[in-house]
């Protein structure tokens, strides 16, 4: 006689071996469990998680921090004197943290939700958790599990009320009435429009001014001869040629050359090289052509192009060092060089603090201005009327203090339009820009609403979620889920045991369930 053994027959479940075999190297069926996860496992799951945290946190520091990569490739020049992108590897890692991690975390909710212990390979331990990355869609993903786990402690009205609270705390100078908006902020070419030609050049200058810019600003040295020109690092070597003209002096500060050495230097072919903002591509051929022409330029001509199109002009004045002939003289040798350019003295803002009185007596039509920052009213007893500071420097009711006391305000460097809109909404006179093209294309602030419109959204998407947000059905689903799998699992120990003990064939237990797997035996 034949006797049928039953046989257990097994789905092929790729989905479900690539998410086990990825996550912890478990690609055989046997070497998956349906058992509780281990609490060392559970420990690694967490310090999973804070890690995703803390480093979401650095990824979305780097991501606002844009408007200031420039100062911070800059900060690096002068540590390394290497000029770089140093943003590039930062970005990079991050980014590829970023996808790794994000990976990780997606294959543990997937175990969670297939109810598959967790089970972390060594390899995935002694990275993962080290790497600075952060993911908002696994963010997403998980709250949905912690949702449920909340609705079964009975506590999920007083989290989502929390959570639906938390928007009416949320402040920001763009939600306001928009008929109290006041003017656009003015923008200023900071060192002319660096992202288009090469900094500090009258090219430069004049591209800003192409750009309906009210003003420009500028950094000024003076020269062994006592000539003022613009100049932003101390030494020639970054945005000159000076190691091709003059390969024993590159060190040398700026300063130290005269004004007929400084003007053999090659101000632009730095530019075409070495792309610091990645924007030479965008370029025609006869701007290229003029930018590989650039001479370093004197603050007289800054000047007198200010002059001419009648825009302010604003310049910090760095003091040669003490054994420079000009060390003593060089408040008056720039007070000559603004003078001899004919501008009016009404478009040029002052900036050094030195010798003030002597300054307003031999000029005293100069915009005094500040670059450290005083409260309104020391400012007002000094005679300064106007203040240049760091966009970050001042607070939202200082800005309004200062416009209320009649003194224009000026913050640098803004050249994001999010952070230009801020700005404006704050109620700041002028900017200070690197990216005036890029300004030019806000009108208007990127984001305004009215108070009551922002509360009437917040009431929207808080009917939007109720309406859509079911957590009996959820808890519902994940327990019909759960006891399916646990009515498989104890069907395999029940057929193993069968098989083990010499147990009459599995129909005599389930009954018809199994009528399939009886008429398949196979006759020995």
């Known amino acids: 006689m034949v006797k049928h053994q039953p046989l257990q027959v097994y789905e092929r479940q790729l989905c479900l071996s690539c998410i086990t075999g990825i996550y912890g190297c478990r690609w055989k069926r046997y070497q998956r469990s349906h058992d509780d996860t281990t609490k060392w496992e559970l420990l690694w799951s967490l310090i999973l998680l804070l890690t995703f945290c803390l480093l979401l946190v650095w990824f979305y520091f780097w991501w606002e921090a844009h408007n200031d990569y420039s100062e911070f490739n800059w900060f690096l020049y002068n540590r390394s004197g290497e000029w770089s992108d140093g943003t590039v590897p930062i970005l990079a890692t991050t980014a590829a943290g970023f996808t790794y991690i994000a990976f990780l975390i997606v294959l543990a909710l997937c175990h969670v939700a297939l109810g598959q212990q967790l089970n972390l390979h060594w390899l995935h331990k002694a990275t993962g958790p080290f790497l600075h990355i952060g993911a908002l869609a696994a963010v997403t993903a998980l709250s949905w599990i912690v949702a449920g786990q909340v609705t079964r402690a009975e506590k999920m009205s007083i989290v989502l009320l929390a959570l639906y609270m938390v928007p009416l705390h949320i402040t920001s100078p763009c939600i306001m009435d928009p008929a109290t ?154 007070l000559q060089a603004v003078r001899q350019s004919g501008v009016p003295q009404s478009l040029v803002m002052w900036t050094p603090d030195e010798n003030r009185t002597q300054v307003r007596q031999l000029a005293p039509d100069l915009i005094q201005t500040s670059v450290v920052k005083r409260s309104h009213q020391i400012l007002q007893q000094s005679g300064i009327s106007s203040l240049l500071l760091r966009y970050n420097q001042v607070s939202r009711e200082e800005i309004g203090n200062f416009s209320e006391a009649h003194i224009n305000l000026t913050l640098y460097t803004v050249n994001e339009p999010w952070l230009y809109s801020v700005l404006w909404c704050s109620g700041v006179s002028s900017v200070s820009s690197e990216a005036p093209h890029v300004l030019l294309k806000v009108p208007y602030p990127i984001w305004l609403m009215r108070p009551n419109e922002y509360l009437h959204t917040l009431g929207g998407i808080t009917a939007v979620r109720s309406l859509n947000y079911n957590p009996e059905q959820i808890m519902l689903n994940a327990a019909v889920r759960r006891s399916s799998g646990d009515i498989n699992v104890m069907k395999e120990k029940l057929i193993f045991s069968e098989v083990r003990n010499g147990v009459g064939s599995a129909e005599e237990l389930y009954g018809d369930s199994y009528d399939y797997y009886a008429n398949q035996g196979i006759s020995q």
């Open 181 to 334: 908006l006041k003017p656009r902020p003015n923008v200023i070419g900071h060192q002319g429009a660096p992202m288009l030609a090469p900094e500090n050049t009258l090219w430069s200058f004049q591209r800003a001014l192409q750009m309906n810019v009210t003003g420009l600003e500028a950094d000024v040295a003076i020269s062994m001869d006592g000539v003022p020109f613009l100049m932003r690092d101390l030494t020639l070597r970054r945005t000159t040629d000076v190691e091709k003209v003059f390969p024993d002096r590159q060190m040398d500060e700026a300063s130290l050359f005269n004004w007929t050495d400084l003007q053999q230097l090659n101000a632009g072919r730095w530019f075409l090289k070495d792309d610091p903002f990645w924007t030479v591509h965008t370029l025609f051929q006869h701007e290229k052509e003029r930018i590989a022409n650039q001479t370093v330029c004197s603050l007289e001509q800054l000047l007198k192009l200010a002059s001419y199109h009648n825009s302010t002009v604003v310049f910090r004045l760095r003091r040669p060092p003490p054994k420079h002939p000009c060390y003593d003289s060089w408040i008056n040798d720039t």
